[in-house]
């Protein structure tokens, strides 16, 4: 789809579910399709991407965007947000499956909503890229695997601890 059409679009939906004052932003993300910045209200499609996926494609990544826009950060891929995404009409998965980007098995989540994804179990607690610069403990993000809650591995969880036990004494 090209990217005046995907604005338009997306300008449409955003009006169509009461967020007029949203806006559409495009960046040059490779593995993200979409993603919803709650602190400056902008829906950011990878200009990449939106290039070479069908509308089918991008309405679902834009209805995703809009449903995290509509019930706020704190919801992530809770049941809320889950709902809400089937209620405007996206299907409510986490990752998308598009020919465009090979889905990710791993998906990780911030405090505040950042996704992050991996093809391969994360071996280390790692911490948002874009809540902090640093590794910082109070935004470690969550993994979830095809979109599943599983344990991670008694090293991975002990390297948690640690880190967590450092930061409360
Ligand atoms: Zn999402
Ligand atoms: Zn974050």
Same mark, same amino acid.
């Given at each position: ?66 449903a995290h ?69 109070? +935004?470690?993000? +969550? ?8 344990p991670m ?17």
């Amino acid at each position: 789809m090209n990217l005046f059409e995907a604005r338009r679009l997306t300008v449409t939906l955003l009006h169509r579910h009461g967020l007029d004052a949203w806006k559409v932003e495009f960046s040059r993300a490779k593995t993200r399709a979409g993603a919803c910045r709650h602190e400056r209200r902008a829906i950011v499609l990878s200009a990449p991407l939106v290039t070479v996926m069908s509308e089918a494609e991008v309405v679902e990544t834009v209805l995703h965007e809009v449903a995290h826009a509509m019930v706020g950060a704190q919801h992530a891929h809770d049941e809320v947000w889950r709902r809400t995404a089937q209620r405007i009409g996206a299907t409510g998965r986490v990752s998308l499956h598009t020919s465009a980007s090979p889905a990710h098995d791993w998906v990780g989540t911030c405090p505040r909503g950042h996704e992050a994804q991996r093809h391969r179990r994360p071996a280390h607690p790692m911490s948002c890229g874009e809540c902090a610069r640093r590794f910082d403990v109070t +935004a470690l993000v +969550a993994w979830r695997y095809k979109g599943r809650d599983v344990p991670m591995t008694p090293a991975y969880r002990a390297e948690e601890a640690a880190l967590l036990a450092r930061t409360s004494a």
